[in-house]
């Protein structure tokens, strides 16, 4: 699995990685009930880690200074936007949590443009997030909206680590290490809300699926594209995760898209699309 992930060409690994999410997403709304949203991060991220660690092996004794000093906070903040999110989307329906954490990726991509052309990329992408959240309904839950802009803001800090930590450490090697700290970080807060204690061999099995398909899986292919793309065309890309939340929904949970709805997935997927054509080389 390791060989064929690293050779995976940047854009089809970001492809990839968004559509692992979003299932993995529909396992986890599930788990919510039994193991709680800390509990259920503490499950995807300690597996996760498991994982990659048995994957990569990386030599912990290896690694140096400067990029201890640059995996530590990319790992906490990846483990902080993962726990942060489950904690909004078990208050707001998973497609406006996702739309609003995209704010994080998308200032990213604002304050990382140089030309004209990338700012209709980015006009393209915000008009498609301002579609598809559900601005005009009632009874949203404000912390769930607060949890999901805070979520967004470890997304980006994520994004500008992840970018820096690709080029000075094997990706492998990175994601692994980092995966150790968003597990120290998340897995007492699954301790202390007791879910875990509710836990039965298919719960785990349906932790290592979820391990495997939002963790393990896309955050590889994330920081194999983090290593080649600039953080700006990374970004606009990650648009896409609006619309992949909205297509899945509409597929596993059987929520039928509105006009408007469909012309925000067609903002983001053009968006994307013109990022990645009028990248500079």
Same mark, same amino acid.
């Given at each position: ?88 989307? /078990? ?101 202390? /809300? ?27 292919? /994330? ?59």
């Amino acid at each position: 699995m390791k060989n064929k992930l690293i050779n995976i060409p940047p854009l089809p690994a970001i492809i990839l990685a968004i559509l692992s999410v979003q299932c993995g997403a529909a396992i986890a709304k599930s788990l919510f009930p039994v193991i709680g949203a800390a509990g259920t991060a503490s499950l995807r991220i300690g597996i996760s880690a498991i994982i990659l660690f048995l994957v990569y092996r990386p030599n912990l004794r290896m690694i140096t200074p400067p990029q201890w000093k640059l995996v530590i906070p990319y790992g906490l903040s990846l483990g902080a936007m993962n726990l942060i999110f489950y904690l909004a989307i /078990e208050r707001i329906p998973v497609g406006l949590g996702v739309t609003l954490e995209f704010v994080g990726p998308l200032l990213v991509a604002v304050f990382g443009s140089k030309r004209l052309v990338d700012y209709l990329w980015i006009l393209l992408a915000a008009i498609g997030i301002a579609l598809i959240a559900p601005w005009s309904s009632d009874g949203i839950d404000l912390v769930g909206v607060l949890f999901a802009l805070l979520a967004g803001a470890f997304w980006a800090t994520y994004i500008v680590l992840g970018g820096k930590v690709s080029r000075v450490m094997k990706d492998g090697d990175a994601v692994s290490t980092g995966m150790l700290f968003a597990s120290i970080l998340i897995v007492p807060f699954g301790i202390m /809300e007791n879910g875990l204690s509710n836990l039965t061999p298919s719960l785990l099995g349906m932790g290592v699926a979820l391990a495997l398909l939002s963790s393990a899986i896309p955050f590889t292919l /994330e920081m194999k594209a983090l290593g080649q793309l600039p953080p700006r065309t990374f970004s606009i890309l990650m648009s896409l995760e609006p619309a992949a939340a909205s297509i899945c929904a509409f597929f596993f949970l059987q929520e039928h898209l509105t006009f408007s709805q469909i012309l925000a997935v067609a903002f983001v997927v053009i968006a994307s699309a013109g990022s990645t054509m009028t990248a500079k080389k």
